[in-house]
């Protein structure tokens, strides 16, 4: 990615993008941002409310007019995501980008004190909720000239740390689900990236480190640019590739 990379302001015109986690943190900005560069946004989340909040966000700001899925990811079904994909076909005719962002982070502890609710939840979550719906939406993305796909990874997906259990392990599952489906469509009009935002002042940050002063941290805001990179055409010959935002 260049450094200082500027996004030009019709660089997601005519783009229709799903973001998931689209109403807090890093995933509310980013479809904010989306859409400020001309991007239709689908906005998929848990809590209907904050949704409603970033769709208004978007509209007054005078963004394309939204569509919000309300759903749970840790309920949901590949007959969910099935269903949904259909949807967005009747309706857009197509899928030019997803950010795989929603994430729940459980609780930071030893190994051998994970619960066994508590791993099932993570994994389905934050991995198997985006195997699924990824794979229901390869036909809508395959609709799109150029699609791309974006998980969000962590520091702890790419070197192990003691008592980040299993968001640690799902992050890893992260960045090789976005290895395996980049080698499998390379140079077939859609590609898989990763980024990892790094330390950013959000509720998930809070949770992790509550002792820690979140001024001292970059905000979602900051990190923009490398998701506008890689859901725009300027990044079209970037595929499996992993990127770590810069530390504020
Ligand atoms: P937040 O906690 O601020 O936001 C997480 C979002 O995910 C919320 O919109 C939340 O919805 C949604 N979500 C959580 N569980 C579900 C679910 N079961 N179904 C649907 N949506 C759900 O987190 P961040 O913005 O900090 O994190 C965004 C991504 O960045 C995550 O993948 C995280 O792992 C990653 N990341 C963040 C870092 C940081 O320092 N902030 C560092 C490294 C990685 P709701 O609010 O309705 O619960």
Known sequence: MPTKYQAAEELLENKIILITGAGDGIGAEAARTFARFGATCILLGKTVSKLEKVYDDIVEAGG????????????????????????????????????????????????????????????????????????ALIPA??????????????????????????????????????????????????????????????????????????MTLKTPADLMPVYLYLMGDDSLNVNGQSIDCQPK
């Not at 198997?128 to 990824?134: K, R």
């Not at 520091?155 to 992050?171: C, D, E, L, P, Q």
Request: charged share 20%; proline share 4%.
């Open 64 to 135: 394309q007019q939204p569509a919000i899925i309300p759903l749970d990811l840790k309920g949901a079904t590949a007959k969910n995501y099935q269903d949904m994909a259909q949807t967005i076909i009747d309706q857009f005719g197509k899928l030019d980008g997803v950010l795989h962002n929603a994430s729940m982070l459980g609780h930071l502890s030893a190994f051998s004190d994970i619960p066994e609710t508590e791993w099932m939840d993570v994994m389905q979550i934050n991995v198997n909720s985006a195997a699924l719906m990824t794979q």
């Open 141 to 214: 993305l395959r609709k799109a000239q150029h699609a791309s796909v974006v998980f969000t990874s962590s520091g702890v997906g790419k070197k192990g740390r003691a008592f980040w259990g299993t968001y640690a392990v799902s992050k890893f599952a992260t960045e090789g689900m976005m290895q395996v489906l980049a080698s499998e469509f390379e140079n077939r009009g859609l590609r898989f990236n990763c980024i990892n935002p790094g330390a950013t002042r959000t509720k998930m940050r809070a949770s992790a480190y509550p002792a820690e002063d979140p």
